[in-house]
């Protein structure tokens, strides 16, 4: 599976992630898009595992993450991304139907890049897909790939 895109959507529920590939789409960047449905499998793909060991080198340009997902959360995914020095330069943004204090909280203390709750109306969720998807995979300037000790 060599495999890197440029977004990396973490969603578990089928109906939100076809709304924002939809939204991607618009940008033409629905062709760049890796969609994953549990945090243990954004996992594995970032840190280059199971199913992945195979994959392309490189990091996606950002990360969109559901909080409340099956297996491991959106919270332990964003810990464990902003923990690891070869990941934590990704810009992550939580795209979230929880409104609850706390989470916004721990969102930003592991280190989120935005925290964007999903509107219930379906043209403001497709635009605010469409603005977060364009900004940090189209204008963001990613940081330089790490150079390998010794080079």
């Not at 199913?51 to 996606?60: H, T, Y």
């Amino acid at each position: 599976m060599n495999l890197l895109k440029r977004i990396l959507l973490v969603e578990d529920s089928p109906g939100d992630a076809e709304l924002a590939l939809h939204a991607l789409a618009e940008h033409n960047l629905d062709q760049e898009v890796l969609h994953l449905h549990d945090g243990a499998q954004a996992l594995d793909y970032l840190f280059r595992r199971g199913e992945f060991s195979d994959r392309a080198e490189g990091n996606p340009a950002v990360v969109l993450l559901d909080l409340k997902m099956p297996k491991v959360d959106g919270l332990e995914v964003l810990r464990q991304i902003k923990g690891e020095p070869g990941l934590s330069t990704i810009p992550v943004v939580v795209l979230t139907s929880s409104r609850e204090k706390r989470d916004l909280e721990a969102a930003y203390r592991l280190g989120v890049n935005a925290y964007v709750v999903k509107p219930m109306n379906f043209e403001n969720f497709m635009g605010a897909v469409k603005q977060v998807g364009a900004f940090w995979a189209i204008v963001n300037e990613p940081p330089p790939a790490s150079t390998p000790r010794g080079a």
